[in-house]
């Protein structure tokens, strides 16, 4: 229950049966976890040990998942049948095997960090891995995509002890030693799309489905028969996972030319590199039939699923983002998936804060509000060094918070959009340079003011429009304003600094590129993937009053229900 800026939850006592069912929806997501939620998998595999295979689904869809799952059994089971079986049904390629050894030793499942540190296994350990690498298909190919990874895992497997037991493991770990690869199916596809031989491509990818969607747009830009492509594609659309058919159906129905394309990488870390849209033009009617694949496809997966009955849905739900990855997300009292946008408080003043306590060392944390106008172009910046301008009042630089310490901004909208404001960026700077994953405590939100100098009460802990700060890095964006839409646009971006300046001047390009990126790039929204859910299996109805199941941003099934959405809409 919320009222006005303060948090009211009435917290009732769980069955036992409750508590055991929240393990089900985390390891069914379709998409990665956070690792909070990670940990949260291991410590029931810890803990319930032989009794977790009642609680675990049939099915683990998500690589990532099934090796974080895999490798908690190993660990904390051991030799079991039910482990092997296990392996046996979820481990299918050598990348998969490699995930699994990974998880052995607490390192990123993801593969989007730096390398793991390989420890000495046991010879039961090392059998059960060469043996599952042994019989994936394709594992030369395989191992050579993460060839400095297999090297160092390598190391400690011994592959040669066991080279005629398992002589495939040896021959591919062997290539990658040896940096001798064979001709992958990833420079096949890239000669062939470079001497544009689209015709003869297209049965290639077809036995990759996954990989067909990825490359559609390109084949189709390239090819001088896109209906040929289109067809190819359909044959096999059912066989591609929901969410890269959501990706490829915000793709084909977004504005052409994109202002900027945006390419983030997979990672704890956010990163954004843009560059101008200079691809060639696919002809409307082409997309249109593109983007009808895969509403079909969906369409029919999701009938196969119970039904949901009479429903209603929030046209508001088209601000909120399908969540599609959670490993870079910042734990925070509503979880959201960055770029979606929340209406802001019906006020004129916002204040902006920042809280947090010292890690080990003293920490200085400054508060910064950069100012951008409708064309992205820098106007001004409130921070410890300009505390006043443009509509905007910084509480002052406080540099030591050992029992934990806030910095505030208040702003003046109207003086602001007076003065050509249209985005203000809240950006985070760690000035004695600690991650904020280091910290105990260290959040940033938003609320209303009554006024610049109010005398209102102000405890940050209270509020719930607010982000926990916890990524590995000194600079952090958790959120942007747009004051011609009235929304917050939920952030949770890092960016990487120089190491000779801190503060969010020194920064802009890579403010206003991180800034760019959250406006332009087209993501899923949850509205596309619950209205795909009732033309499947459900009926529209014009309100939730009528509804037996509603969607809505505060009520039934909301934007912040991730891990529901995750496991039983994806």
């Known amino acids: 229950m919320l009222e006005g800026n303060f948090i009211h939850w009435v917290i009732e006592p769980g069955s036992v049966s409750e508590f055991e069912a929240l393990l089900e929806p985390l390891v069914s997501s379709r998409t990665s976890l956070s690792e909070e939620e990670a940990a949260d998998v291991t410590w029931f595999i810890r803990t319930y040990r032989n009794d977790v295979f009642r609680l675990l689904p049939d099915t ?24 092997e079986e296990f392996l046996e049904q ?78 495939r493991a040896f021959a591919a770990i062997t290539a990658a030693r040896r940096n001798d690869p064979p001709a992958s199916f990833g420079s096949r596809v890239e000669t062939m799309l470079a001497q544009r031989q689209i015709a003869a491509l297209t049965p290639v990818l077809q036995d990759r489905p996954g990989e067909f969607a990825r490359r559609l747009d390109v084949m189709l830009r390239r090819a001088t028969e896109p209906d040929a492509v289109l067809d190819a594609f359909a044959a096999v659309a059912a066989q591609v996972s929901s969410p890269v058919l959501l990706q490829l159906l915000a793709q084909v129905n977004a504005p052409r030319p994109l202002p900027l394309r945006a390419f983030t ?33 969906l369409i029919a997966r999701f009938t196969l ?12 739900l088209r601000e909120y983002r399908v969540p599609l990855a959670q490993r870079a997300a910042a734990k925070s009292l509503r979880t959201l998936v960055r770029g979606s946008r929340l209406p802001m408080p019906d006020t004129r003043f916002i204040r902006l804060f920042l809280w947090w306590k010292n890690g080990r060392d003293r920490t200085d944390i400054d508060l910064s509000a950069a100012f951008f106008d409708t064309d992205f172009v820098f106007k001004e910046a409130i921070a410890y060094y300009n505390l006043k301008g443009y509509g905007g009042y910084h509480s002052g630089d406080i540099v030591d918070a050992p029992n934990g310490a806030s910095e505030f901004i208040d702003l003046d909208l109207d003086v602001l959009v007076k003065k050509g404001v249209r985005y203000v960026v809240t950006s985070l700077n760690s000035f004695t340079w600690q991650p904020y994953c280091d910290l105990p405590e260290c959040f940033a939100g938003w609320m209303a003011r009554a006024d610049t100098a109010s005398g209102e009460v102000f405890e940050p802990r209270s509020v719930v429009d607010r982000i926990d700060i916890a990524s590995d890095t000194s600079i952090c964006l958790p959120f942007v304003m747009d004051l011609e839409e009235r929304r917050m646009i939920w952030a949770d971006l890092g960016l990487t600094s120089s190491p000779r300046w801190n503060n969010v001047d020194n920064n802009l390009s890579g403010v206003s590129l991180m800034l760019r990126a959250l406006v332009h790039t087209p993501r899923p929204d949850l509205h596309t993937l619950f209205d795909l859910h009732v033309r499947a299996r459900g009926e529209r109805v014009a309100s939730a009053e009528q509804a037996q199941r509603v969607f809505a941003p505060e009520q039934g099934l909301t934007p912040f229900d991730t891990d529901l959405i995750r496991s039983e809409y994806l």
């Open 60 to 83: 683990i869809p998500f690589r990532e998942i099934r090796a974080l799952v895999g490798g908690a059994l190993i660990l904390h089971i051991g030799d079991n049948a039910r482990v």
């Open 90 to 167: 979820n481990v299918e390629t050598a990348t998969d095997v490699l995930r699994v050894a990974i998880a052995l030793h607490g390192g990123d499942v993801s593969l989007a960090t730096a390398q793991t540190r390989f420890r000495k296994l046991k010879r039961s350990m090392r059998r059960k891995l060469l043996r599952l690498l042994d019989r994936t298909p394709n594992a030369t190919e395989d191992v050579m995509r993460q060839a400095e990874r297999w090297k160092r895992l390598a190391e400690v497997l011994h592959p040669g002890d066991y080279a005629e037991k398992y002589p």
């Open 265 to 297: 990488p997979k990672g704890a870390l956010a990163k954004v590199f843009g560059t101008a849209d200079r691809r060639e033009s696919i002809a409307p009617q082409v997309l249109a039939r593109a983007a009808q694949i895969c509403e079909n496809a």
């Open 305 to 316: 699923l119970p039904p949901l009955g009479r429903c209603f849905i929030d046209p508001a």
